[in-house]
């Protein structure tokens, strides 16, 4: 420890020789530990060079695919065709512009509400001039029923789309009164839609984020009239849709020319699913006078015979040997297979819309406009 004190400057040298040498020693080892990584990173690079400029086999004996000004060029013009084809699909989906459907975007809670009592008190009205029904104990609110019974629920966000729901169920209630034959029975049970102010975002960091549930606030949940689409077009970021579900009661001929109607309407609208039933008693019954009439007035076709004739001219009848008279040729008859009935129609819609694209975000360095 003297001698220490003694040469305390030399020995301080010394020590921090030594850990100026440990510290060099640690910087070169982390430096040559980096320089191989970018040597092998490097190698990596090079090697994935090679492949693009020399190819890739991918069949036996065919030649190889390579980055070469011919490839690219071809590459090139595959996105192009496919981005034509992208755009020819969001045209045939959406369809013409100038017959789309569109909310009004100045729409308030107050505006709304009196708009919609005033569009289903027209409804119902239409319908009772046309002679249709309407059930009886409730009428269909047509898919409206909380706006219309319940005080105070009207929608919170989206009056834009909820008024774009109003006009399309104009549409359809229109297309479906004039479907009916005349003086044929028809009845309205309901016209349906999807509840788009009850869906939420759940956030992230929730079991299922990312995607919509029903909200759980009391005031917004599913009225009789609103339904969860089950088979829809719908595809997040790709197709929008809006469903809605037409039930009504009636004869077959009613259903045929109210698809045909909506098919060839030229309005971005496919019909999903469609279910048909016998109708229920309390329908038959309210039902029951216009059935009857139209029954009654319906013609009756002339019935063809039970025998003979099918296959062409009809053979004349043998003759008999022993004088017997010929046999009489059976009495044609209409015969009834199947008796016609009300039935009981659903019909499920969904409105098409392609998302509005968002603008590419901006290159890296790019000033902003």
């Not at 004869?251 to 496919?270: D, E, Q, W």
């Amino acid at each position: 420890m003297q001698n220490f004190k003694k040469n305390l400057g030399f020995n301080l040298a010394l020590i921090a020789m030594a850990a100026l040498f440990i510290g060099l020693s640690v910087f070169a080892f982390f430096c040559y530990r980096a320089n191989a990584e970018s040597a092998r990173g490097l190698k990596a690079a090079r090697t994935a060079q090679d492949t693009l400029l020399h190819g890739h086999t991918l069949a036996q004996g065919a030649a190889n695919v390579s980055l070469n000004d011919k490839n690219v060029a071809a590459a090139a013009e595959d996105v192009k065709e496919m981005e034509t084809h992208v755009a020819a699909l969001r045209a045939a989906i959406a369809g013409n512009p100038e017959m789309a459907i569109k909310g009004k975007a100045s729409a308030n809670s107050a505006e709304m509400s009196a708009l919609l009592r005033e569009s289903v008190d027209g409804w119902r009205k239409l319908a009772a001039d046309q002679g249709i029904k309407l059930l009886t104990n409730e009428p269909t609110a047509f898919g409206f029923h909380r706006y219309i019974h319940n005080q105070g629920t009207s929608p919170k966000r989206e009056f834009q789309k909820v008024d774009q729901q109003r006009q399309i169920i104009d549409f359809l209630v229109r297309q479906l009164v004039e479907s009916r034959p005349a003086g044929s029975p028809l009845l309205i049970e309901s016209v349906d839609r999807e509840p788009i102010e009850t869906f939420v975002l759940v956030p992230e960091g929730k079991p299922g984020a990312g995607t919509y549930v029903p909200s759980d606030d009391p005031a917004v949940r599913n009225e009789i009239d609103e339904f969860a689409p089950v088979r829809t077009y719908d595809r997040r970021n790709l197709v929008d849709s809006l469903s809605f579900r037409v039930r009504f009661s009636g004869y077959t001929p009613t259903l045929r020319t109210f698809v045909n109607k909506i098919r060839n309407s030229g309005r971005p609208l496919a019909i999903t699913t469609i279910d048909v039933s016998l109708a229920t008693k309390e329908v038959e019954k309210i039902l029951g006078s216009a059935a009857a009439s139209s029954a009654a007035a319906a013609p009756v076709a002339a019935a063809p015979a039970l025998q003979g004739g099918f296959f062409g001219a009809e053979e004349p009848a043998p003759p008999t040997t022993n004088g017997a008279k010929p046999a009489t040729p059976l009495e044609d008859k209409r015969i009834l297979v199947v008796p016609r009935k009300v039935s009981a129609f659903v019909v499920q819609i969904d409105y098409l819309s392609i998302p509005e694209e968002k603008p590419a975000a901006a290159a890296e360095g790019e000033p902003k406009k």
